[in-house]
């Protein structure tokens, strides 16, 4: 039997404990229910846990982090409040090979940036746009099971231009009510690691409640998850020139 996947869900935690508004649409918290719905997605496939901000290390212990095949990081309003010593440890990780799914305005976490090394700067509108959600990669996993397009009613407006780079591969695009378009599923390789930003989940709107939009990010866990033991790139010395020939 193949072994689950171990996720973590991490979520910033600090919208839910002061704006009414969002503890309505998610009064169990967003890390929780994007972690429900894993469990609900995928069944026995995988081991779900969740992180918050006001942990202590962030709920991102070394001991965590080691255990962890996908991490799933939601923030918004306290990116500068993760502390750096913990972003480099996430770093480390994904370099070595641990997935990292970057949702919605993580687009603008320490690690997401610093995995991409742009700004991550786009433009938005907060006023009920439709988002319809187009896939551009009909065969890629990530992409399984999803409509075309997937229509989400009420959501908050990214537009073009997104600093980042060119994605290894790029999943879904949007467009809005007001002609804005977004790359919207991007996919990455750093190092051993596998990235997938997604761009829907403004929290003032039910957008993680919506089974379609559970069902991508299951198949990104899937996707992001290590095929192959971690380890961190190493540098190997050729001392022999010749060794080629002897092999």
């Known amino acids: 039997m193949t072994e689950p996947i171990r996720v973590t869900v991490w979520g910033e935690n600090v919208h839910e404990g002061r704006d009414e508004t969002v503890r309505k649409v998610y009064p169990d918290t967003m890390h929780e229910t994007i972690a429900a719905a894993l469990r609900d997605k995928l069944g026995q496939e ?8 006001q942990q202590d290390e962030h709920g991102l212990t070394e001991e965590v982090l080691a255990d962890t095949d996908v991490l799933t990081w939601w923030g918004h ?5 993760v502390d ?13 090979g641990m997935g990292l799914i970057a949702l919605h305005s993580a687009h603008f976490s320490k690690i997401f940036i610093k995995l991409m090394g742009t700004t991550c700067s ?15 990669a009909a065969g890629h996993p990530i992409a399984q099971g999803v409509p075309h ?6 959501e908050e407006m990214y537009g073009e231009l997104f600093d980042i780079p060119q994605p290894d591969e790029l999943v879904f695009v949007s ?18 690691g596998r990235v997938f930003y ?10 993680y409640h919506q089974p379609e939009v559970q069902q991508i990010i299951a198949n990104a866990a ?6 192959s033991p971690r380890q961190l790139p190493t540098v190997h010395h050729r001392k022999d020139p010749g060794w080629f020939e002897k092999a």
């Open 46 to 53: 995988v081991v779900v846990r969740t992180a918050w901000l």
């Open 77 to 81: 309003a306290a990116h500068g409040d």
């Open 84 to 96: 750096d010593a913990i972003v480099d440890r996430v770093q480390q990780h994904v370099l070595s």
């Open 122 to 136: 786009l433009d938005w509108r907060a006023e009920n746009d439709r988002e319809l959600i187009w896939t551009v």
């Open 149 to 154: 397009p997937l229509v989400i009613e009420r």
């Open 175 to 192: 467009s809005f009510s007001g002609g804005e378009v977004f790359r919207s599923g991007c996919c990455y390789r750093r190092g051993q």
């Open 198 to 207: 997604f761009r829907p989940g403004d929290q003032e709107y039910p957008t």
């Open 222 to 227: 899937k996707w992001a998850a290590p095929t």
